[in-house]
């Protein structure tokens, strides 16, 4: 486990005892002590023995030692939020309605093939994905077999079978309440064309509504493979 905001290392999960010490990004990985947290804190050891509680929004969970290096594996999931870390780069600032999404994983990064998101839709589009009102992409990736696990039952009934990637204020946003989110910003990632086979790196949630699929949400980074 590695820290990526200041959070303090805490004798119990709350607020109501003193913190032991601050803990910082530069602070080498910790040793997750349970995989489940316990009222919002998990409990660590730190390089130097201390054992204690941490905030787990401000903790990012690597995948065990014995994984493959393309292995994921979800957290538990928190609400997200606007101090979310994802991959570093502030696009959660840019997220409307964050708590509407369960974070799984701070940052990944997935490989598979861009699928035609809009193919009998009523509304086909060129770049294949479907251009959402708050201005995000609502784009298919067909994900490669070792990722298959984060294909859940939404996935499989509503987004036939793929992975959802969104990359937020790409297009112009046309929904009320998501105006605010991208005043002054705006995404040029370069969506590569349907067929392509492609890295995506950003956020890995689950939606709350709908029906609790798994996204990639916000989008940092698509690559060609």
């Not at 602070?27 to 316990?38: A, D, H, M, Q």
Request: aromatic share 6%.
């Amino acid at each position: 486990m590695t820290v990526v905001h200041n959070v303090n290392l805490r004798s119990d999960p709350s607020t109501e005892y003193p913190p032991i010490r601050l803990l910082t990004p530069s602070e080498p990985p910790l040793t997750l002590l349970e995989p489940v947290p316990e009222s919002g804190y998990y409990h660590v050891k730190t390089s130097a023995g201390a054992e204690g509680y941490v905030w787990s929004r401000y903790v990012q969970v690597a995948a065990t030692p014995s994984a493959s290096p393309d292995t994921i594996r979800p957290g538990p999931g928190i609400d997200g939020s606007t101090s979310m870390a994802g991959c570093g780069d502030g696009l959660w600032e840019h997220v409307y309605h964050p708590s509407r999404l369960i974070v799984l994983q701070d940052c990944v990064t997935v490989t598979g093939e861009i699928v035609d998101a809009t193919e009998g839709q009523a509304h086909h589009q060129p770049d294949g994905v479907r251009h959402e009102g708050d201005g995000d992409t609502h784009g298919w990736l067909k994900v490669d077999p070792q990722f298959a696990d984060l294909i859940n039952a939404g996935n499989t009934s509503d987004e036939g079978g793929n992975l959802v990637f969104e990359i937020v204020c790409h297009y112009k946003v046309t929904q009320p309440d998501a105006e605010a989110a991208c005043v002054g910003f705006a995404d040029h990632i370069t969506i590569p064309p349907v067929g392509a086979h492609v890295a995506i790196t950003g956020t890995l949630v689950r939606e709350k509504n709908h029906k609790q699929w798994n996204e990639i949400h916000p989008v940092s980074r698509v690559e060609r493979r």
